[in-house]
């Protein structure tokens, strides 16, 4: 069997994970494949747990970051957030959130190091990935933007527990 793997989302159409796999699977020489699954959340659960011993690992992103994690046995960052990015088959399912390091990285790389105060656009699952990013790198203050104020009063609940004061904006 080929071994398989794929990103899972919705919209996914206009993914790019596919064509990045492929060059990254050339490159190390494997023979797999990486495709991509439109699914919402609700469908989860039966997608994952109907896929054969050929899949190797899934791509997730929105709207299904939540659901993905808990799917499997979380590593420290999913337990933090809630959210999972990624699924790794094998004896155990595992469900890593690399968001974190990967948001770190792209700040570090950027040059923006000792932030003190930052802004987010939007209060979901990604969101929560980039707040731990930030506090992990001395961010303490955060607006956050978001359209719903229940959502975003949740979202300064989690974040304050981190020990980051959140400023909550309403748009609309």
């Known amino acids: 069997m080929r071994p398989q793997a794929a990103v899972l989302g919705s919209p996914i159409a206009h993914s790019l994970s596919p064509v990045i796999h492929a060059a990254a699977y050339a490159h190390l020489g494997l023979d797999w494949s990486y495709g991509r699954v439109e699914?919402?959340?609700?469908?989860?659960?039966?997608?994952?747990?109907?896929?054969?011993?050929s899949w190797r690992g899934l791509s997730v992103t929105m709207p299904l970051k939540e659901v993905a994690a808990e799917c499997g046995i979380p590593d420290e960052d999913v337990r933090l957030t809630g959210v999972a990015n990624?699924?790794?088959?094998g004896e155990q399912r595992r469900v890593y959130n690399t968001d974190i390091a990967g948001l770190a990285d792209a700040l570090a790389a950027s040059g923006l190091s000792g932030l003190r105060v930052a802004t987010l656009i939007g209060n979901g699952a990604t969101a929560?990935?980039?707040?731990?990013?930030?506090?992990?790198?001395?961010?303490?203050?955060?607006?956050?933007?978001?359209?719903?104020?229940?959502?975003?009063?949740?979202?300064?609940?989690?974040?304050?527990?981190?020990?980051?004061?959140?400023?909550?904006?309403?748009?609309?």
Not at 86 to 89: E, G, L, N, Q, R
Not at 143 to 171: D, Y
């Open 39 to 53: 699914l919402q959340p609700g469908g989860f659960a039966d997608f994952v747990n109907g896929l054969d011993d």
């Open 86 to 89: 990624t699924v790794v088959f």
């Open 128 to 172: 929560r990935s980039a707040l731990v990013a930030l506090a992990r790198g001395g961010v303490r203050l955060v607006e956050v933007q978001g359209r719903n104020p229940e959502r975003l009063a949740a979202f300064r609940e989690w974040a304050e527990r981190l020990g980051v004061e959140v400023q909550p904006r309403t748009l609309g």
